[in-house]
């Protein structure tokens, strides 16, 4: 029923099947709708954004967003791009440096809340700005948020003042890094000052771009958030990952540990310490994720029977890619960081061979702590 039917508010096709996607519709909203001989229809994001003035991010694939970035490159604006702090890898927009052209970027870790007090900000700060210049971003001020705890927005918004001279603000991310709690907290921090939200079309796509004013004739735009496969959010069913993402501050778990001895982290990760002296290692992962230690002689076999068992999540281990296995040897102690997850703080002067899934990404930095 839905062939020839569009929404009026941001012109996306209307589909029933996926709310994640542009257009959709509740079937049931739009079967009521059709019964009432309504002849005007909103997706369930326009009406959201007309009736609360609330906005909810939608995905959408690569080309269209190429479209957008391209019509990004064109205009003078200033780039506003959020990451997850927990998910720097899933959270990177590929070639977003080569379409900012000369626009100036203010970058954003978002999800600060979930940092244990003893990180050391200006270290992650620090890193943040390292991994960005790795991908070719060089920001002209970084910060640290958290969307939901309102903490620094107040900061982000005077960041934005400065740094706009007089430019249109677009604001950019991928999927699931907080970027419409973001935008919905500058909304509040905002209103009463300004006018209401609006749309309007970005040029060359089908999509409506959200504008928040700022002053008469310049706006706050809101984009709408790509996809990254590396994200852990691919393997995982959404409870799954309710149950690896860090929901709350991360409350440091030391294990000690004697070569050769393995950790595993649900059935997600496993960390063989193959030589090196008794060491701890300190893990930073979502509370209520089962970290087992066991003897790495026997850890094949404990995975083979464990995994979808003790070892979860994965719950259903077959849509999960095989382990792959990585070894390193650490000169100074190094956090382990496992995109998507959090990380693990590795002692010096060590052997070890990590297994993640093929396709989700690991790093190691200076830690943070
Ligand atoms: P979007 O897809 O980028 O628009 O992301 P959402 O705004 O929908 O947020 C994705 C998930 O991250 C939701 O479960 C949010 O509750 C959560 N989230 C967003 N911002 C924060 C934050 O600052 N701290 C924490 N702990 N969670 C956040």
Redesign the pocket.
């Known amino acids: 029923i839905t062939d020839e039917l569009y929404c009026i508010g941001c012109g996306a096709k209307l589909q029933t099947t996926d709310p994640e996607l542009a257009g959709y519709i509740p079937a049931s909203s739009l079967k009521k709708q059709l019964a009432d001989h309504n002849e005007v229809f909103y997706c369930q994001r326009c009406f959201r954004l007309r009736h609360y003035n609330e906005i ?2 939608i995905a959408i694939d690569d080309h269209e967003f190429t479209d957008l970035l391209n019509s990004l490159s064109a205009q003078k604006a200033l780039i506003v791009n ?1 990451v997850d702090l927990f998910d720097f890898d899933g959270s990177v927009i590929p070639g977003l440096h080569r379409f900012v052209g000369d626009n100036p970027v203010v970058l954003v870790g ?5 940092l244990p007090k003893s990180v050391h900000r200006p270290k992650i700060l620090n890193w943040l700005q390292q991994q960005a210049a790795q991908q070719g971003l060089h920001p002209v001020a970084t910060l640290l ?5 309102l ?1 620094q927005v107040d900061e982000l918004l005077a960041t934005i003042e400065k740094k706009r001279q007089g430019r249109d603000v677009y604001v950019v ?10 935008i919905n907290a500058i909304i509040k921090q905002t209103a009463g000052q300004n006018d209401v939200i609006t749309t309007s079309r970005f040029p060359g796509t089908t999509l409506d771009q959200i504008q928040i004013p700022l002053s008469n004739d310049h706006y706050l735009i809101d984009t709408p ?1 790509i996809i990254n496969g590396t994200q852990m959010a691919h393997y995982l069913s959404p409870k799954e990952l309710r149950f690896v993402s ?3 501050e991360l409350r440091p778990r030391v294990f000690q540990l004697t070569p050769p001895q393995t950790l595993f982290l649900g059935g997600l990760v496993r960390i063989d310490f193959l030589a090196g002296k008794r060491s701890s290692l300190i893990v930073y992962v979502e509370n209520n994720l089962l970290v087992h230690r066991t003897k790495t002689a026997t850890a094949d076999d404990f995975y083979q029977r464990q995994r979808g068992k003790l070892l979860v999540p994965p719950t259903d281990a077959d849509h999960l890619p095989e382990f792959k296995a990585h070894e390193f040897t650490t000169k100074t102690a190094q956090d382990l960081v496992i995109a998507g997850l959090g990380w693990v703080r590795l002692p010096a002067e060590s052997q070890f061979r990590v297994f993640v899934p093929a396709g989700v990404n690991y790093s190691l930095r200076t830690p943070i702590v």
């Open positions: 909810t991010d959020v978002n999800k600060a809340d979930l948020t958290s969307a939901k705890k903490y991310g991928t999927t699931n890094v907080g970027k419409s709690t973001l958030g860090p929901q709350n």
